[in-house]
């Protein structure tokens, strides 16, 4: 599973830092690509390999402000779908998991004035990772799925 993210600095994209916004990309993309190229050849050899990717509700429409965290979700969406694509043919299953609004440290930096306690706990979205995961899913590979938290 590839979850590693990263918001970036929020603001215009035209007067962004530009180390901060490659850092952006560098986290959220170009890590993800690495593990594409790095872990294909495992997955390829599982009789059940599984390739999951964490994106954001950002992907669905425009985010004035939210640049490089915008973009490179926009862009790992893309890479995804293509990499489930070339492995059609092979016993790789490859998804996107939308986990919504999470209590996370990073919807806190996204949102500082939202009650955290208003959103549901990691935790309370595992069985969606876990129904991705498992060699008898019955989810089709390449498709976007929006995470249900569990009571």
């Known amino acids: 599973m590839a979850n590693a993210g990263q918001l970036g600095a929020l603001g215009p994209v035209a007067l962004s830092d530009a180390d901060k916004f490659e850092t952006t990309l560098a986290v959220n993309l170009t890590a993800n690509y690495r593990l594409i190229r790095s872990m294909d050849p495992l997955l390829r050899a599982s009789d059940a390999g599984r390739a999951i990717f964490v994106t954001s509700g950002v992907t669905r429409g425009l985010l004035p402000f939210w640049g490089a965290y915008a973009v490179s979700k926009v862009a790992l969406e893309h890479m995804v779908q293509l990499y489930a694509a070339e492995s059609a043919s092979s016993n790789i299953k490859v998804h996107l998991i939308d ?6 440290d ?9 009650d955290p306690a208003t959103l549901p706990a990691p935790e309370a979205i595992a069985e969606t990772f876990i129904e991705m995961a498992v060699a008898d899913s019955i989810v089709p590979s390449g498709g976007r799925v929006r995470a249900l938290a569990q009571a």
């Open 106 to 114: 990073m919807r806190a930096q996204a949102f500082p004035g939202e």
């Open 99 to 104: 986990p919504g609004a999470v209590r996370t």
